[in-house]
């Protein structure tokens, strides 16, 4: 694996440049890109074998869960990473827990001393003050010969975030971070490739969400999930180990919820 301080040897790059190849990893920079996403897709159409990693230095269309855009200006980090049959299609609902953890990582060690460490809203997002920093967006798609490609989509906001979203924002700099989106993204490089190589394609799951839950924000505590026909109030009492949310409602009622925004009351 690449090593952290050779990634920070090269950090200034331009669209076209390369980080250097691992035995595992490989690492492709662009300018203006329509998302990361998209290019990793397009790529496993094309044959490519995956363990590719996309960044962009601007996205025009960036896209976040459930069809949202994602602002997407110059200054803030895109990345995708490709990755083909990264395991059982059946292993696959508890990736996004490892990535969660992985993003957590890279945020938590450019942070300045005296910031509260960051917490992980569930399913993905990462907080820092309380404010959503980062958006991630998991793809896949099955290919022509069968195999299936999984696109990890991960945005950090540096210098930018939204004014309109529905759950306040915040940026890198706003918490009092100088790092450029080229060391971020080394950070992650390495955060990720760590974690994956915990998640073990699906077999470190408890390991995973061990460490999710330690970073978790909310656990105990009363929230409201927003589910796309209606809204569930109650205390945040755990999640599974293919990361869905158990709930208690108000009527005492355990719920477990896959998909949902959750707000905390």
């Known amino acids: 694996m690449v090593r952290l301080q050779a990634l920070l040897r090269n950090p200034c790059l331009r669209p076209g440049d390369r980080l250097p190849v691992s035995e595992n990893y490989r690492h492709i920079s662009l300018g203006d890109v329509e998302s990361t996403n998209l290019e990793c897709l397009q790529r496993a159409r094309d044959g490519d074998g995956g363990n590719l990693w996309i960044t962009a230095e601007r996205q025009l269309s960036g896209r976040a869960r459930r069809g949202r855009s994602w602002v997407s200006e110059t200054g803030n980090l895109y990345a995708s990473l490709l990755l083909i049959d990264p395991a059982p299609a059946a292993a696959l609902a508890s990736l996004p827990l490892a990535v969660a953890v992985a993003v957590h990582r890279a945020i938590a060690r450019v942070m300045p001393s005296g910031v509260d460490t960051p917490r992980i809203k569930w399913p993905n997002d990462v907080l ?68 994956l190589t915990t998640w073990n394609q699906g077999r470190g799951v408890a390991a995973v969400r061990s460490n999710w839950l330690d970073y978790a924000q909310g656990i105990g505590k009363p929230i409201t999930v927003n589910l796309p026909d209606r809204s569930i109030s ?27 925004d959750v707000f905390f009351d």
């Open 128 to 195: 820092v003050n309380g404010a959503k920093i980062s958006g991630i967006l998991l793809e896949s798609e099955i290919l022509p010969g069968g195999a299936r490609a999984v696109v990890i989509g991960c945005g950090i906001n540096i210098v930018h975030a939204p004014k309109d979203a529905n759950y306040r924002a915040t940026t890198l700099n706003e918490a009092g971070s100088s790092v450029s989106a080229e060391e971020l993204f080394a950070r992650l490089y390495q955060s990720m490739a760590e974690e």
């Open 234 to 260: 109650g205390t945040f009492r755990d999640i599974d180990h293919s990361g869905c949310l158990i709930l208690v409602d108000r009527d005492n009622k355990t719920q477990t919820i896959a998909a949902g």
